[in-house]
């Protein structure tokens, strides 16, 4: 199956636990369930010590807030991407979230995830 054939209601039930356990293990620097719900290739390219140097340095990813607004989807290809509004508990202003899922054997995996 191909992810862009879900709807946007059967993406959400997905992403949107998937990206509320990216920001508690982001601002929880929990490396392992952090990546849990990565695809083989995200878990390959998503480098244990330079997560870590992102989690003890960067403000924005360890004091997410768990509030954020849905903003659209994108679908390409294999894979939708799916953007949110984003604040932080410590910083002003807001963020743009993309997360990237797609199918793995079976699965719905996340493929892509950032803040900026």
Same mark, same amino acid.
Request: net charge neutral; glycine share 6%; hydrophobic share 40%.
């Given at each position: 199956?191909?992810?862009?054939?879900?709807?946007?209601?059967?993406?959400?039930?997905?992403?949107?636990?998937?990206?509320?356990?990216?920001?508690?293990?982001?601002?929880?620097?929990?490396?392992?369930?952090?990546?849990?719900?990565?695809?083989?290739?995200?878990?390959?390219?998503? #480098?244990?010590?330079?997560? &870590?140097?992102?989690?003890? !340095?960067?403000? +924005?990813?360890?004091?997410?807030?768990?509030?954020?607004? $849905?903003?659209?989807?994108?679908?390409?290809?294999?894979?939708?991407?799916?953007?949110?509004?984003?604040? #932080?508990?410590?910083?002003? &202003?807001?963020?743009?979230? !993309?997360?990237? +899922?797609?199918?793995?054997?079976?699965?719905?995996?996340? $493929?892509?995830?950032?803040?900026?």
């Amino acid at each position: 199956m191909n992810i862009i054939e879900l709807s946007d209601e059967d993406i959400l039930k997905v992403a949107n636990p998937y990206w509320d356990d990216l920001v508690k293990y982001s601002n929880n620097k929990n490396y392992g369930a952090f990546t849990r719900n990565f695809s083989h290739q995200m878990k390959v390219a998503a #480098n244990e010590v330079e997560i &870590g140097k992102q989690f003890a !340095r960067s403000e +924005l990813t360890k004091n997410l807030s768990k509030e954020r607004d $849905f903003l659209g989807m994108i679908r390409r290809g294999e894979h939708v991407t799916v953007l949110f509004k984003q604040t #932080n508990k410590k910083m002003d &202003g807001e963020w743009l979230g !993309r997360l990237v +899922l797609g199918f793995e054997e079976d699965e719905i995996k996340i $493929f892509g995830a950032t803040i900026f």
